[in-house]
């Protein structure tokens, strides 16, 4: 059978970096050397909150209740804006921040990570903590956006090298579990997130699958949950609130 030139990359990206991930785990080193030969040599440029001009959550996070994840969800900006440098990036990011802190009242940007098509990766929630933007596996995933709208293309060549280095990067970091599924938002929610044209790409990712079930824990309606943690799983066209 003949594979598809981007299936091709994602198999021939993965290979390369199990190679690189094996040579590392071999060095009899410590294991935060480890990680910094895991950042150097596996993970893309992760510009940090500071960088980006984040301002801080409004209230705590929520630690992610299962690491490494076993979920990476993709989704989009949604919205017609787009960037080839940091500096407009970051803008973008500042302003998906606002729209989710000041409309949808989340205590922050609500992706662990926002990838620009500049090839950078910004920094939301990070590797270790509960984001706002799958409910039902908002606890157990990790959170991916590419800016921009991609209902009618997909993301340049360097947003999607960005997107595979960075769960490799993940599972280099055991973030994100060697055996991780990836799904697209729309198969969490009703939405067309993360785009026509861009979900049929995710579909060609070796790791996707299309029958995403979450791992849900023993959390009750009842239990001592913060109410904005709550609020931030609410979807707004249904009402319907998960709590995990």
Request: with cysteine; net charge positive; proline share 5%.
């Amino acid at each position: 059978m003949k594979l598809l030139p981007s299936r091709l990359h994602h198999i021939q990206f993965i290979f390369i970096n199990l190679f690189i991930l094996n040579i590392i785990n071999g060095v009899p080193i410590k294991n935060e050397d480890k990680a910094s030969l895991i950042i150097d040599n596996i993970c893309p440029r992760i510009i940090n909150r500071s960088e980006w001009g984040a301002k801080n959550a409004t209230s705590q996070y929520e630690n992610l209740k299962i690491i490494p994840t076993p979920y990476v969800v993709i989704h989009h900006g949604g919205i017609l804006h787009y960037c080839y440098d940091q500096n407009g990036c970051s803008e973008i990011v500042r302003s998906y921040q606002d729209l989710h802190i000041n409309k949808n009242k989340w205590i922050d940007i609500g992706y662990n990570f926002v990838i620009g098509e500049d090839g950078n990766v910004y920094e939301g929630r990070g590797w270790n903590f509960r984001g706002a933007h799958a409910p039902g596996y908002n606890t157990q995933s990790i959170g991916i956006s590419i800016i921009g709208d991609f209902s009618h293309f997909i993301p340049n060549v360097g947003a999607l090298r960005a997107l595979d280095a960075l769960i490799a990067c993940g599972v280099a970091l055991k973030k994100i579990n060697k055996n991780y599924a990836v799904m697209g938002h729309r198969q969490g929610r009703n939405t067309v997130c993360p785009g026509e044209v861009f979900y049929n790409y995710v579909k060609t990712m070796p790791r996707w699958t299309s029958n995403p079930i979450p791992v849900y824990d023993s959390l009750k309606p009842n239990s001592t949950v913060i109410n904005h943690q709550l609020q931030e799983d609410i979807v707004s066209n249904n009402k319907i609130v998960t709590v995990v």
